[in-house]
């Protein structure tokens, strides 16, 4: 299938420092000041439609709720029909579409994101999602980049991959094609390069797609679309409608043409979207291909012989980087007592030194939650360790709604290794730490194994290689990636393939030629030169 073609070996993409004096950081300041400055409407994208509608709804940026950065249009349940109606006109186009062209459009919106839409999109997660200039980069710049050229490449070798063996007479081939119908696309609002790689991937492989990201990341989402346009994508490959969960839901998950669910989002959300699959499956042309990364209760594991620095810059980083709001954040903690005073010393000095505010200063490493909903709720965990006799705060604690959604980094310590905050996704900038006895680092383990239904990221810090290795064998289900001294955070496309599975998801790895394979139906094809041209066997001799 790869023919004469060659694809570029992908490289990760650089991540720019933003550095005081560097043009990068003068360009997305000038970027950030411009869009602050006016404000957009976004169209839901239907085929070759813009569509406005008249129930629009208000966007801001989290750290500046009383500003307005535009609206975007609601959309009902005939906008989604159209959208999915538009897709299904757009498939077998598409799907025929040789592989090399399809490739050129993803490899050039990946040009675009590193150039001339860099600031852009950046600057639109920063303001949209609350996100500073690095998290921005890591995230909206540099990760979908990695994620669109890395992709290309494994679709080829998926391509590449035909039986090995020809029998005299015979040639065997493998196809792969999209799946028979449309894919359902809901991305998250805190990762602009999830949205992109869960839209992009399927499609990559000549599927049709109908997108609803989450509120909180229309803004960015909407800048996504630009770029697939300008890359050439065509209209109707991928569409992209602004309405509510269950209005999508109730369209799509009982229409006939449904053939996958790729998903980011709560475990509560995907298990009902599960269910409501499953309910309607004889409705369905074919059974659908579903694939998420919900939640998560990632873990620190530090063992005596780790060093307390190494230990509290995980923390720092690992717990508090974009507030707490990626899947991978480290939420809790084991650490030994006789590591603890060092730890707690160094940990606090850097809670000490954040800056918080708005991500227009580039000067805060801490920025708002996303909404609300998320403060009240990360507010009534941190009220309830107040009051609670089994925990005791340590550090912040304190938040103001008042001009954005303000959250201090919170450090909890737990003297029950089953306390709630040790147990219960939190989603925000809390990390609960729980200290054990030294000598029971292997109980512990089983503690952490069997203390939350999550199984996504986890650490285990230690210089001891006789303790990594326990702590590798007996957390190898409590976590689909998995660091060793280092924080869980900061997967890497091409290089840690991301997912989990227990309750955080189908663990079918985000930036891997895996994920890619489940948007595809093989055909095998035996084409015999010479068919036989008698039933009789030489058996049947006399």
């Known amino acids: ?292 990364e919900t939640g998560g209760k990632d873990f620190v594991m530090v063992h005596k012989s780790a060093n307390a620095d190494v230990v509290a810059t995980a923390l720092s980083r690992g717990a508090f980087e974009y507030q707490g709001q990626k899947c991978s954040a480290a939420s809790r903690a084991y650490i030994p007592k006789s590591l603890w005073p060092a730890v707690k010393e160094r940990l606090l000095a850097d809670l000490g030194s954040f800056n918080i505010g708005p991500t227009e200063d580039f000067g805060n490493f801490i920025n708002a939650v996303i909404d609300e909903k998320a403060f009240d709720k990360i507010a009534e965990y941190i009220d309830a360790a107040k009051n609670s006799s089994d925990a005791e705060i340590i550090a912040g604690g304190k938040y103001d709604k008042s001009t954005g959604y303000f959250i201090e980094p919170t450090v909890i310590v737990a003297s029950d290794p089953k306390y709630t905050t040790m147990c219960e996704e939190i989603f925000g900038p809390v990390l609960t730490i729980y200290i054990y006895e030294d000598n029971k680092f292997e109980e512990t383990l089983d503690i952490l194994d069997k203390t939350s239904e999550y199984a996504l990221t986890g650490s285990i810090i230690s210089t001891d290689r006789y303790a990594a290795n326990m702590a590798t064998r007996k957390l190898e289900n409590a976590a689909g990636n998995f660091y060793i001294n280092d924080k869980p955070t900061g997967a890497v496309v091409g290089q840690q393939p991301f997912g989990g599975a227990r309750g955080s998801g189908t663990n079918d790895k985000a930036g891997a030629k895996a994920n890619l394979m489940r948007w595809v139906s093989m055909r095998t094809i035996k084409e015999t030169f010479l068919p036989p041209k008698d039933y009789r066997y030489p058996f049947l001799g006399e």
């Open 1 to 292: 299938m790869n023919g004469f073609f060659k694809v570029p070996i992908p490289k990760n993409e650089p991540v720019k420092n933003y550095a005081v004096g560097s043009p990068e950081r003068e360009e997305l300041q000038k970027t950030l000041a411009a869009m602050r400055a006016r404000t957009v409407d976004v169209p839901n994208y239907i085929g070759d439609q813009l569509v406005f509608t008249d129930n629009k709804k208000t966007l801001h940026p989290p750290h500046d709720h009383q500003h307005t950065l535009g609206t975007y249009n609601l959309a009902d349940k005939s906008h989604v029909l159209q959208a999915i109606e538009a897709a299904m006109k757009a498939r077998k186009e598409w799907a025929s579409l040789p592989w090399e062209q399809r490739a050129a459009v993803f490899l050039k919106a990946a040009d675009l994101i590193a150039g001339p839409y860099r600031a852009k999109l950046n600057a639109a997660t920063m303001l949209g999602q609350s996100k500073n200039a690095y998290q921005a980069e890591i995230d909206s710049a540099c990760e979908l980049i990695d994620f669109l050229r890395f992709n290309v490449k494994y679709m080829t070798e998926i391509y590449e991959e035909q039986p090995p063996e020809n029998s005299p007479g015979v040639w065997n081939r493998l196809e792969y094609r999209p799946l028979e119908g449309f894919v359902f696309a809901i991305t998250p609002f805190n990762f602009t390069a999830i949205a992109g790689n869960l839209t992009t991937a399927p499609a990559m492989m000549g599927n049709v797609v109908v997108w609803k990201a989450a509120e909180r990341q229309i803004y960015a989402a909407n800048v996504l679309m630009e770029i697939y346009r300008e890359a050439g994508l065509p209209d109707g490959v991928i569409n992209l409608v602004h309405a509510r969960g269950p209005v999508a839901g109730e369209v799509v998950f009982n229409h006939p043409d449904f053939s996958g669910l790729h998903f980011t989002g709560s475990t509560g959300v995907f298990r009902n979207l599960w269910q409501e699959i499953g309910k309607n499956i004889a409705k369905y042309r074919t059974y659908p291909r579903i694939v998420g």
